[in-house]
């Protein structure tokens, strides 16, 4: 079964409104998770490491205000896309490291795709 | 810089026939290296990985991938591919000391024919 779950799957919404999508670990408490976004024919970007307790860690280049993560329980990490706008419309995904010393598998969640009209 | 660099945007290939997917990463010290899969209309899936310990390992569904330090190479292979491989091939790399964020290459396109 699933050990990460995204929602929605699917959002379409008009520039200058805000979305939020949902990321939620399973089968096991997630200090960290990641968010990706992904673009069509592309690889995965990071946008962020969501930490639960403290502040999310924005990769360079990825607006913090515009993207808010909110890393709200051991089990969901929320990201925000704030006044959306088409260039945003892309294929976000969520992942949950396992946890241990070494870097070990991430488990993707099915990935939300927002279009922003 | 760090990078991972999947030489091959598409890949088309006959039922039955063998296939390698290349991958490599620019030099480091230590990696830990991933092949996710994604098939159409699903999320990535981890395929294989090396961590440690013997530099060739396998998949549950026939795929092997060797860790090969001097050429600082992760390729992917399979002796004979199904159609039921044809799906988007993703190779990663965690750089030691990079906690345990992904260097993502673009991906290879695997589109097997009957």
């Known amino acids: 079964g699933a050990v990460v779950s995204q929602h929605p799957s699917r959002v379409i919404c008009k520039s200058g409104t805000s979305v939020k999508i949902e990321c939620r670990s399973l089968?096991?408490?997630?200090?960290?998770m990641f968010w990706y976004r992904q673009f069509p024919k592309q690889s995965l970007m990071l946008m962020a490491t969501?930490?639960?307790?403290?502040?999310?860690?924005?990769e360079q280049g990825v607006e913090k205000d515009k993207f808010l993560i909110n890393h709200a329980s051991l089990t969901l990490s929320t990201l925000t896309v704030t006044s959306a706008h088409p260039e945003d419309s892309s294929f976000y995904i969520c992942?949950?490291?396992?946890?241990?010393?070494?870097?070990?598998?991430?488990?993707f969640g099915p990935g939300t795709r927002l279009t922003v009209l | 810089a760090q990078s991972v660099t999947q030489l091959d945007s598409q890949v088309p290939v006959f039922e039955e026939a063998p296939v390698e997917l290349r991958c490599n990463y620019s030099?480091?010290?230590?990696?830990?290296l991933f092949w996710y899969v994604q098939y159409p209309n699903q999320g990535l899936q981890l395929l294989l990985k090396?961590?440690?310990?013997s530099t060739l390992v396998e998949s549950i569904n026939g795929f092997e991938a060797e860790f090969n330090k001097s050429q600082t190479s992760f390729h992917l292979r399979k002796p004979s591919v199904h159609i039921s491989d044809t799906a988007e091939y993703f190779c990663?790399?965690?750089?030691?000391?990079?906690?345990?964020?992904?260097?993502w290459g673009l991906g290879t396109s695997l589109a097997v024919n009957p």
């Open positions: 030099s480091s010290v230590s990696v830990y």
């Open positions: 990663a790399v965690n750089y030691a000391g990079n906690n345990r964020k992904l260097i």
């Open positions: 090396y961590l440690s310990g």
């Open positions: 089968d096991f408490q997630a200090t960290t």
């Open positions: 969501s930490n639960e307790g403290s502040k999310a860690t924005y």
């Open positions: 992942s949950v490291p396992v946890t241990g010393g070494l870097p070990d598998t991430q488990y």
